[in-house]
């Protein structure tokens, strides 16, 4: 049996004790907790300490970049990385919030500069290959200024040189921009020694200006008289020696090109100062010419087409090119209803007159002596397939009498009819005397000339027809007979003369006679030489000796 436990007495209660408050006591198990926040806090602290500045970079646009995750490098090292990225204000750009560690401070100056490292092909570059596994990332170029900054407009291109690059940068002015490009090389004796960095429209739009580096030790050639010009393609000249082709590389014929040279009396001068500016010649043999220290521009008015003729073609002069064509324009004379088209060219006395000597005319009365010699502006023919023009300057000592006309503040010099306007006029003389000629009587007499050639050859035919009619079975059975005539005599011929024939023995008789008779013959003559007077008296014995 289970007893039924007992239930205690509510009214007994047990006493209360008081206990005394002990001291507080450090457990071993707090101890863990309070050094992992020593530590934490000891890391934060350096963390803090240890941080780098923040700078904010726009670029036109996020391609390749991703919050906490897009690196910034300086020399393939890491220095940072793009923790925050949004819009510009203006909504036209995008703005990337860099961290960056501290020793990357003094890096932060006014001419530092950033951009995406990508996969690129800028000119004869490729870049940016190994981005297509490890991704996109921010590479800085160190600047060298003295003036802090915190906020920087990175690059839509990488720069074709970095600042620590040792050469210096010069500047080129050109009319135009032709195939060059950012990264076209720049060669000295077909070593490539630099390459455009930079170029752009000048303020007027007249020109482009372009930037260029060239690398050190190959700085030291660009002299102050060094000629550039533009090597892209390739040029082909045609001269006494036949025909050359002057090209720098592949390269530059097909992205372009700049080549340079010092004349050699001008190699031993010292190197040029860093940003020269310097022209760009369109080909070496204008860019290594002697440069015209003086200029003076003349008018020539034509009478005639000038099609053909266009701004820049030469103005020659004996087979020397003194000159080029700078305007052509058109003018309508109301006094003399007559239209005339003036041409400017722009003359180098210094290429007629050559190395003056003292006292020596100047270029307007050296103008003026040579028009009165008779020196006159002519259009001429430079290329039978293209029919391009150009000015010729000569003497026609034949022409009337002339000299330099200054009217309207401009200077004239007299013209003559061109080679091909002068052909025409000849030409058409020549028909117009083609014209005047009797044509219809010729042509009558003509065909009367021919009537009686086809009736001649109508009665020639009706000859010939009787000769195959009449002669030709004659003629057939003559030849047969001749032939059975020769057949005869070659038969008789033969016959004759056959070893055994009877006119072979009696022709070899007829011979041993004839023999015979030769030698008596003989034999009188020696008696006779020997007996004179053996004629007159006759033969006698000889004597016995």
Known sequence: MTQTPQMPDPDILPEARATPHRRWSLQLVWLIPIVAAVIGGWLAIKAVLDRGPQVRISFSTAEGLEAEKTRVKYRSVDIGRVIRIEFSEDRNRVVATVELSKQSQPFLVADTRFWVVRPRVIGTQVTGLSTLLSGAFISMDAGTSTETRSEFVGLDVPPIVTIDLPGRHFELRAEDLGSLDVGSPIYFRRVQVGSVVAYKLDADGRGVSMRMFINAPYDQYVKADTRFW??????????????????????????????????????????????????????????????????????????????????????????????????????????????????????????????????????????????????????????????????????????????????????????????????????????????????????????????????????????????????????????????????????????????????????????????????ALRNLADYLERNPGAILRGRTEESAK
């Open 230 to 519: 533009q090597a892209s393609g390739f040029d082909v000249a045609l001269d006494a020696n036949g025909i050359k082709l002057n090209t720098e590389s592949i390269t530059t014929m097909l992205l372009g090109g700049i080549a340079f040279q010092t004349p050699k009396e001008s190699v031993q001068a010292l190197p040029a100062a860093e940003n020269a500016i310097y022209a760009l010649y369109s080909d070496q043999g204008k860019a290594m010419r002697l440069p015209d220290t003086a200029e003076a521009t003349y008018h020539l008015v034509f009478g005639e087409s000038v099609r053909g003729l266009s701004v820049g073609a030469p103005v020659d002069f004996r087979g020397v090119v003194v000159g080029e064509v700078s305007a052509i324009d058109i003018e309508f004379d109301t006094a003399q209803t007559d239209v005339r088209v003036p041409v400017a060219v722009r003359l180098y006395p210094e290429r007629i007159r050559g190395k003056a000597k003292p006292g020596a005319p100047n270029s307007t009365a050296l103008m003026d002596k040579l028009v009165a010699r008779g020196l006159r502006a002519q259009l001429r023919n430079g290329s039978l397939l293209t029919g391009q023009l150009f000015v010729a300057l000569d003497f026609f000592p034949d022409e009337p009498r002339a000299a330099v006309r200054k009217r309207a503040g401009r200077i004239e010099i007299p013209t003559v009819a061109g080679s091909v306007q002068e052909l025409q006029t000849r030409v058409l003389a020549l028909v117009r005397k083609f014209e005047k000629l009797p044509l219809e009587g010729v042509i009558g007499d003509a065909r009367t000339a021919l009537q009686a050639i086809e009736n001649t050859l109508a009665v020639t035919e009706k000859a010939v027809a009787r000769i195959d009619r009449e002669l030709t079975p004659q003629a057939g059975k003559t030849l047969a007979d001749l032939s059975r005539t020769l057949s005869g005599v070659e038969k008789t011929v033969d016959g004759a003369l056959a070893e055994n024939a009877p006119m072979q023995r009696d022709l070899r008789q007829t011979l041993l006679e004839i023999s015979r008779a030769a030698e």
